[in-house]
């Protein structure tokens, strides 16, 4: 691991103003990621600004009835967290499907948001990886790649993120805010991540020199009616082979509200507004569920090993949604 | 501490089970390799060393967190419980006692990271959390039981390669259940006490 120098900060501009004075600098939160990547030689920052102890470790609810929640949040407190239960149950339930106790503990929202591919390639260092090392190639095309994107993906990655929450935060149209030298700013998650294409290294909009701040879920009485289904390799702590954030207002049999959101499908959360789209104001019908994730997974891309993605998907949509409508008739 | 942006270890100091600890550090050092490697408290186990095993948990405020993902310069302030600091004194702690009772091991290698998890699994169900196995997550629907399902949940970041989870799940459920008569009971005798 490559030496590097360490401070802390206490408030959101003297991290803004340490970041800008040290370009080879990198942000620190819990570190489960980072860490883990600094031992692995693939990120090799120069100094680590921690950044735990800003006071951004809040959860309140805005003047509109939605919920902000700080970049320091950690993962447990935000999972168990009376009014994220209460009114995005599915986030709650996507934050607890993640990591471990442990690791839960210690990542916070913010890195949450900003982890890296557990693509295989993207860690091995004597492997090419155009997200690593832009240019060198993909290997996952060919190789190792049962566990990679479907949609959204591109010649250059296949890589998929790894994260539950975000895949409930993008069913919620959450806003990200960050800080920077120049002021604050915002992105909605679906222009946060940003499209493969060939520049697979790039990941986000956020502006260099940008600190994540806080995450806003706008209200949306769907989401207290939602659910996170996740399926994975083993029964727990292990990352989503298919995951399924939805929430659903049926009223007499009729779809007034939905939300889907799929993980592990794609470079970065996938909001199927295709099969939200399907399935507004039609009946809430198993038939219809599975015709609202055929349009969704119309556009699906599988690779030889990762065919299984599309069946797999589009059993959680019907699963997860005919589940949610026989809570609502009960 | 504040070291100049140039400097690559800083003189930290530790506090870990209740005692200041002060040294100097690489940066690079993790939480787990001060305690094995500077501090010789070696009760803490490296397993994986990439946060996939759990036999370096130790409790970070309480907290139970994987030592080999904290950096030692950034656990500075806060308060580290190891397993050397989990009994009191020459009595085991109920959680180390239903380990031995239960044979909640075998060749005891993930044991202190167990136990420390353990902990502070009872600690997070009292405090109401919920699981991935928590059928219903909202605060309307109570406080789930600690089955053994939940328990398997919960302590799914410690694994063990012997494979003692039965008598692991065992050991935490006893403890669990012990401390919630002890609830029970101190409640009932507030009860009885306010009526008196």
């Not at chain 1, 929202?109 to 557990?118: A, I």
Request: hydrophobic residues 40%; charged residues 20%.
């Amino acid at each position: 691991m490559r030496e590097f120098g360490y401070e802390r900060a206490f408030d959101v501009p003297g991290a803004v103003a340490l970041l800008g004075a040290a370009p080879e600098a990198r942000f620190l939160g819990g570190g489960t990621n980072l860490i883990d990547l600094m031992k692995a030689g693939v990120e090799r920052p120069a100094l680590l600004i921690d950044v735990r102890e800003l006071p951004l470790d809040g959860v309140e609810f805005t003047h509109d009835g939605g919920l902000r929640i700080g970049a320091t949040v950690t993962n447990s407190d935000l999972a168990a967290h009376p009014e994220v239960r209460r009114h995005y149950p599915a986030l709650a339930q996507a934050v607890l499907a993640g990591a471990s106790g442990q690791l839960r503990n210690m990542a916070t929202v913010g890195g949450n948001l900003l982890q890296r591919t557990r693509c295989g390639y993207f860690t091995d260092l004597s492997k090419p990886c155009n997200k690593r090392a832009p240019g060198s190639g993909c290997p996952a095309l060919t190789g190792e790649h049962h566990n990679h994107a479907i949609l959204g993906a591109s010649e250059h990655c296949v890589a998929t993120h790894p994260s539950d929450m975000a895949v409930a935060l993008a069913a919620f149209d959450a806003v990200i805010s960050y800080e920077t030298a120049d002021g604050p700013g915002e992105l909605p998650i679906a222009e946060f991540y940003r499209p493969v294409g060939d520049t697979p290294h790039i990941e986000t909009s956020l502006p260099p020199g940008a600190l994540i701040t806080g995450v806003t879920l706008p209200p949306a009485p769907v989401a207290a009616h939602s659910r996170y289904r996740k399926v994975r390799e083993r029964a727990s702590y292990a990352f989503a082979i298919g995951s399924i954030a939805a929430a659903l207002d049926v009223q007499d049999g009729v779809v007034r509200d939905v939300r889907l959101a799929f993980g592990a499908v794609a470079s970065r959360p996938w909001r199927a507004r295709a099969a939200e789209r399907v399935l507004i104001g039609g009946p809430a019908s198993a038939e219809a569920y599975a015709a609202a994730a055929d349009a969704e997974l119309e556009a699906a891309e599988a690779l030889p090993e990762n065919g299984y993605k599309v069946t797999l998907t589009r059993n959680l949509v019907v699963a997860v949604l005919t589940e949610l409508t026989e809570e609502a008739i009960r | 501490m504040a070291p100049a942006p140039s400097s690559t270890s800083s003189a930290i100091t530790l506090n870990i089970n209740g005692e200041k600890y002060t040294l100097p550090v690489d940066h690079r050092t993790t939480l787990l390799d001060a305690l094995r490697e500077h501090l010789d408290l070696t009760g803490t186990k490296k397993g994986c060393d990439q946060g996939q095993c759990g036999a370096c948990t130790v409790l970070l405020d309480g907290r139970r967190a994987v030592s080999c993902l904290q950096l030692a310069v950034a656990a500075e302030g806060r308060a580290i419980t190891t397993i050397e600091g989990v009994a009191d004194g020459e009595r085991l702690h109920p959680v180390q006692q239903a380990f031995l009772d239960l044979d909640g091991y075998q060749c005891g290698y993930c044991t202190p990271g167990q136990i420390c998890s353990a902990l502070a699994v009872i600690e997070e169900h009292a405090a109401g959390w919920p699981s991935a196995v928590t059928d219903d997550v909202r605060p309307e629907a109570g406080v789930p039981a600690l089955t053994a399902e939940e328990i398997r949940e919960r302590m799914s970041g410690n694994l063990c390669r012997c494979g003692a989870y039965v008598s692991i799940v065992q050991a935490v459920a006893r403890v669990a259940e012990a401390a919630e008569a002890d609830a029970g009971a101190s409640a009932e005798a507030e009860v009885k006490e306010a009526a008196a």
